[in-house]
């Protein structure tokens, strides 16, 4: 089958294509766990073909590029007022996470995180430092917005402002902090934290709250004289109560990416996490209670007691990273010693702590996802230019016996980026029903268009199929304005809208009068504004 005939059977589901395949493998319906490769895929029932479309060429336009019979709605951008109190929508928009209302897929609460500031947002700033205004501006426009959607009779997706669940959480927030740092020495004794910035991606959870992680939060704690291990956390919220606001420590302080949430076979909760630094680790942690579906938000609790382990490649094993071990690794180093004194300690300089317990530097690990097929998990491995991993690849982890609270496990390189497979850098991950990947790329600003990265042009949105003729190569769904990066995509449950970020277009702009970019060219505006959009155009089998 050719690359268009592959398509074309994506449009007629999934049951025809595994007729067409028949050669290919397992097609019993059920997700084989132990095999190999994910071409039992191709067995699934499901009437939802939200991989069905015609690729597009990568571009260098200032738009939001979408394949033929798809449009997109601008939900919320930068600074746009989201509530009755004059709230602003903040900037950098990054991960999303659609809550229907009332079983809803056309009305919602949207929750987007905001990693950081940008020139659009706070100004120039001048010789490295922020003015008091520019201060406050970064740490209001940095955090999250919970924000009430809805498509209305013409199919258009809207922001309701009147909706009294929207509202900010950002830099002035305050959160409880849980864990093992909670109250300790390292945490300075505090037991809150002020606000939240740099969020990144994020996860939901299986009890229906949001995890949020802070990435490069060192610039704004240091700018704004707030202490610098109240940051490098994963926080949750509870998109429906505004009074639930955490800090876990017992998940790790460091650049964290998103959070993937499975559970092992006993029923233990599993958390898979990135690390999103030039050589750093993978993680996971598994809690040492069980989840009980019928206490609802009560299982967080399992967050806050735990094992933290990371992953050490040659030997395929998650090493704990635990005082035990730490201190083991630490015996001859008194200077270490001081440092490392309990779990807190362990958990707040975590980076630290991984290598010193045998976790595996990689090539900046973003997004991870466990596939909802057969429990293997892929991760981003964005790239790492210190040793000449320029594209980036993904990552899949094959835990022993397909439990993701095993202990030891085999890897393969998934996709590696590159002209031969049409991609480079991959960032966040989702999966579709078909058990496609969607992959948006994080080419930086100042590489896109040039030297080597010319052919990909500006950042994208990929459907990366997991099995089939075209496993593993990139087939474009978006191409982003200027300067920008696609971030957060996440689908309705009926995968009838996928929400998507636009964020930093206009990027490398210095001069506010001259912008690099102008999207979303709302007209008499001249500035480019991170926002959210919600692209429609899917089409049922
Ligand atoms: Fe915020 Fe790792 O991207
Ligand atoms: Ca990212
Ligand atoms: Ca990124």
Not at 244 to 270: C, I, P, Q, S, W
Not at 305 to 322: E, I, R, S
Not at 343 to 348: E, F, K, N, P, Y
Request: with cysteine; net charge negative; charged share 20%.
């Amino acid at each position: 089958m050719d690359r268009k005939t592959f398509l074309s059977y994506l449009g007629t589901g999934a049951a025809a294509l595994a007729t067409a395949s028949a050669g290919l493998g397992a097609l019993n319906g059920k997700a084989s766990a132990a095999s190999a490769t994910a071409d039992h895929l191709f067995g699934f029932g499901t009437n939802r073909v939200s991989g069905y479309f015609e690729p597009i060429e990568p571009t260098k336009a200032d738009k939001l590029v979408l394949p033929k019979n798809f449009k997109y709605d601008v939900v919320a951008a930068f600074d746009d007022v989201i509530n009755q109190a004059g709230e602003k929508f903040g900037s950098g928009c990054d991960y999303n996470a659609y809550f229907p209302i009332k079983g809803s897929n056309t009305r919602g609460l949207l929750v987007n995180n905001h990693e950081y500031s940008t020139i659009f947002s706070i100004g120039p700033v001048k010789d490295g430092k922020m003015t008091a205004d520019q201060l406050h501006k970064n740490l209001y426009y940095q955090g999250m917005s919970v924000i009430e959607v809805y498509r209305d009779d013409n199919g258009v997706w809207k922001m309701d402002t009147t909706s009294p669940y929207a509202r900010r959480i950002n830099g002035y927030t305050k959160f409880e902090i849980t864990g093992p740092a909670k109250g300790g020495s390292a945490l300075g004794g505090a037991t809150t934290a002020q606000g939240t910035f740099a969020n990144c991606s994020g996860g939901v959870t299986l009890w229906n709250t949001v995890l949020s992680c802070e990435e490069n939060f060192a610039e704004t704690a240091a700018a704004s004289k707030l202490p610098d291990t109240h940051y490098g956390w994963v926080i949750e919220v509870d998109p429906f109560d505004k009074s639930y606001l955490k800090k876990h420590t017992a998940l790790g302080r460091f650049n964290h990416e998103n959070t993937a949430m499975g559970l092992a076979k006993d029923g233990r909760v599993v958390v898979y996490m990135g690390d999103d630094k030039k050589d750093a680790c993978v993680y996971k942690f598994i809690s040492n209670g069980k989840y009980d579906k019928l206490k609802g938000r009560a299982n967080s609790a399992l967050l806050e007691d735990g094992t933290l382990y990371v992953a050490n490649l040659k030997t395929g094993k998650w090493m704990p990273v635990t005082l035990e071990a730490v201190s083991k690794a630490i015996q001859d180093k008194p200077d270490l010693q001081k440092k490392f004194k309990t779990q807190g300690d362990v958990v707040t300089y975590c980076q630290e702590a991984a290598l010193l317990v045998g976790g595996t530097p990689t090539d900046r690990p973003e997004d991870i996802e466990i596939s909802p097929f057969d429990n293997t998990v892929f991760i981003c491995h964005t790239n790492n230019d210190n040793h000449g991993n320029i594209h980036g690849h993904i990552t899949r982890i094959f835990e022993t016996k397909s439990d993701l609270g095993a202990l030891e496990f085999d890897f393969e390189i998934f996709a590696a980026g590159g002209r031969q497979s049409g991609f480079s850098s991959p960032d966040n991950l989702a999966f579709d029903s078909n058990g496609h990947l969607w992959v948006v790329t994080d080419i930086s600003s100042s590489s896109q268009n040039k030297g080597v990265h010319k052919s990909f042009m500006n950042n994208g949105l990929f459907v990366i199929p997991t099995s089939g003729p075209d496993k593993a190569v990139a087939l474009q769904f978006a191409s982003g304005p200027v300067e920008s990066e696609l971030t957060g995509p996440f689908f309705t449950p009926d995968e009838q809208t996928l929400f998507l970020s636009v964020q930093h277009p206009g990027e490398n702009t210095t001069d506010l009068s001259n912008p690099t970019s102008k999207w979303p060219h709302r007209p008499g505006d001249n500035k480019a504004r991170c926002a959210v959009v919600a692209i429609s155009g899917f089409k049922l089998s």
